[in-house]
């Protein structure tokens, strides 16, 4: 995973869908370092990862079809 620090401080965001179509809420849903995160989300069916992101330190954020990229290349889904 060229770029990204898997031992990285990380938190699993699931979307509230009470937000307006610009701006959603989150909720913390975990925060542990990004390889146990991108793990735990390679578990779950299609529905239940469907609204997570993770915000990783540093500032960058991934989408769920990013995670789930990510956790194909490194053999976890």
Known sequence: M???DWNAEATLHER????SELQYN????KKAPLRELVAL?????ADERA???????GGKSLNVGEIVALAKSEGMA
């Not at 509230?16 to 937000?19: Q, S, T």
């Not at 989150?26 to 849903?29: I, L, R």
């Open 41 to 45: 989300v390679a578990t779950m069916t």
């Open 16 to 19: 509230d869908d009470a937000g």
């Open 26 to 29: 989150f909720n913390v849903v």
């Open 2 to 4: 060229s770029g990204l």
């Open 51 to 57: 609204r997570l992101i993770i915000d990783i330190a």
